[in-house]
C-alpha cells in the first residue's frame, strides 16, 4: 500500500510539471504571435499613411496610437524613410521588432513588410521602423 501512494505523488507531480511545462510553452508561443500581428498592423499602416504622402512625425504618431502597452514609445528616430532613385511609384514599409522570449535568440528579429502604390509621387519609398518591447 505505501508503494503504491509514492508511486501515485510522483505520477501527480510529474502530470503537474508536464502540464506547467505547457502552459509556459502555449503562452510564450501566444505572445510571439500577439507580437507577428502586431508588427503586421504597424506595417500595413506605416505604408499606407507614407503612400497618402504623411510626414514622418505624422505616420509615428499614428503607430504610437496602435502599438500596444507592451512596445516601447516609438520616436521619430526609430523611423528612416529614404528615396530610392529608381521610378516604380512603390513604397515598402519594413517593420523589425526585438522580442526576448524563450523561442527568439538574443539576435533574432520579428520582421513584417508591407508595399503600396505610392500615390505622391513616382520615386520608391523605403522606410524601416525598429521597434522592441518594454
Known sequence: MRKAV????????????????????????????KAKDKCDALANYGVRMKALGKSDSDIVIGLNSLKGSYFATIYDANL??????????????TTNITFKNQFLEDGEKIY???????????TDQNCTLDLSTQ
Open 6 to 33: 509514492i508511486d501515485q505523488i510522483l505520477l501527480w507531480i510529474v502530470l503537474f510539471v508536464s502540464f506547467v511545462t505547457i502552459f509556459y510553452f502555449v503562452i510564450d508561443y501566444y505572445n510571439i504571435i
Open 112 to 122: 513584417s513588410i508591407a508595399t503600396a502604390f505610392n500615390e505622391v509621387s513616382s
Open 80 to 93: 528612416t524613410c529614404t528615396a530610392l532613385a529608381t521610378e516604380q511609384y512603390q513604397v515598402i514599409f
